[in-house]
């Protein structure tokens, strides 16, 4: 049986198949955010707390075993990008904590620019611009062609009259 990609939204989220909801939504460039969040925390078995707080993470296994390493990194990247869309910047910020926490070997340090970015984004949406600001000009220094960065660091300075 093939899933997927190649399926429809619809019915892989009848089917309950969170991972390759996420894959679809990815793959065809969709913005859902609502249902990011909603798939992305069952499939990485995040409940959360009272306060809104990520309590309880889990490593699932899928018909197919364990989650792939660069797959959870990938889901937790977009649930942290889908969190911050709905205004969730506590479900957000434990994402970017665990995309380099419980991982051997991660890719994802403290110092990649993957980590930097959604820094940035969750700096940015907790109101914290001066810090936002600071991060994306590192990016910046390091790769002077980080679009992401310029349009974030742009973002910040128009939203900001004045400065």
Not at 10 to 31: C, E, F, G, M
Not at 96 to 101: E, G, N, S, T, V
Not at 112 to 124: D, N
């Amino acid at each position: 049986m093939m899933t997927g990609p190649e399926e429809d939204l619809p019915t892989l989220i009848a089917r309950q198949d969170h991972l390759n909801v996420l894959r679809y939504i990815r793959s065809h460039k969709l913005r859902k955010p609502r249902t990011v969040v909603t798939h992305g925390k069952l499939l990485l078995g995040i409940s959360e707390g009272d306060d809104g707080r990520s309590s309880h993470i889990s490593h699932p296994t899928g018909r197919r075993g364990r989650l792939e390493d660069a797959e959870r990194l990938a889901a937790l990247e977009q649930l942290c990008v889908a969190s911050l869309d709905v205004g969730n910047l506590p479900l957000a910020e434990s994402c970017l904590d665990r995309m380099h926490a419980g991982l051997p070997n991660s890719p994802v340090t403290k110092e990649s620019s993957r980590y930097r970015k959604l820094l940035g984004m969750c700096l940015e949406a907790s109101g914290d611009y001066d810090g936002a600001t600071a991060v994306y000009d590192e990016l910046l220094r390091d790769n002077p062609s980080n679009a992401h960065a310029a349009k974030r660091k742009y973002c910040i300075l128009a939203s900001q009259p004045g400065r």
